[in-house]
T-cell receptor, first 112, second 114 residues
Framework: GDSVTQMEGPVTLSEEAFLTINCTYT??????LFWYVQYPGEGLQLLLK?????DKGSNKGFEATYRKETTSFHLEKGSVQVSDSAVYFC???????????FGKGTMLLVSP | NAGVMQNPRHLVRRRGQEARLRCSPM?????VYWYRQLPEEGLKFMVY????????ESGMPKERFSAEFPKEGPSILRIQQVVRGDSAAYFC????????????FGSGTQLSVL
């Protein structure tokens, strides 16, 4: 079955540091890939997505590139802010509708 | 436009009791999804409903769990005779269509079984 593996957290960084959160997947078809973010006390929000190989999703300074050859979708940001502190979930959709398979989530803590 | 509303935020039940979790989708959304997050696990799909219909319940445990999305009112996830292993965060999401980028999540209900 489909699965998503992402790096364990928490990831602790200082403000303006470079961020990478690794995500790899296993899927039978050609999935769409997503990053969701969950701020404390809130629901998950779509951060960015990519629907085919070599697509790059980007939003709010975050980027991720769909790498079919390495089955990866790593999340990056060049300079993190304290307000980026949240839990980040990598996910894939391999169905005709919005059924998502999620990773376990990675907590990011950014200190001033 | 209010977001996806889930209530209660926290629910405490003793073993053997029933738990009812409610989800009011965003206005205009007729597709509802329920996910469960066990401790140290990612979110797991449970069930997908459209108004008055269950479309996919492949992630639902076969016993004690049921879901509905009536013509009027919120979607309900019902867990009968709860056990400690049911303790988890339950998230609801809604969308106006099947497109994943239009999916919006609620803040979740944390169920604790004593």
């Amino acid at each position: 079955g489909d699965s998503v593996t992402q790096m364990e957290g928490p990831v602790t960084l200082s403000e303006e540091a470079f961020l990478t959160i690794n995500c790899t997947y296993t899927a039978t078809g050609y999935p769409s890939l997503f990053w969701y973010v969950q701020y404390p006390g809130e629901g998950l929000q779509l951060l960015l997505k990519a629907t085919k190989a070599d697509d790059k999703g980007s939003n709010k300074g975050f980027e991720a590139t769909y790498r079919k050859e390495t089955t990866s979708f790593h999340l990056e940001k060049g300079s993190v802010q304290v307000s980026d502190s949240a839990v980040y979930f990598c996910a894939l959709s391999d169905q005709g509708y919005s059924t998502l398979t999620f990773g376990k989530g990675t907590m990011l803590l950014v200190s001033p | 436009n209010a977001g996806v509303m889930q209530n209660p935020r926290h629910l405490v039940r003793r073993r053997g009791q029933e738990a009812r979790l409610r989800c009011s989708p965003m206005k205009g959304h007729s597709h509802v999804y329920w996910y469960r997050q066990l401790p140290e696990e990612g979110l797991k799909f449970m069930v997908y409903l459209q108004k008055e219909n269950i479309i996919d319940e492949s992630g639902m445990p076969k016993e004690r769990f049921s879901a509905e999305f009536p013509k009027e009112g919120p979607s309900i996830l019902r867990i009968q005779q709860v056990v400690r292993g049911d303790s988890a965060a339950y998230f609801c999401a809604s969308s106006p269509s099947t497109k994943t980028e239009k999916l919006f999540f609620g803040s979740g209900t944390q169920l604790s079984v004593l």
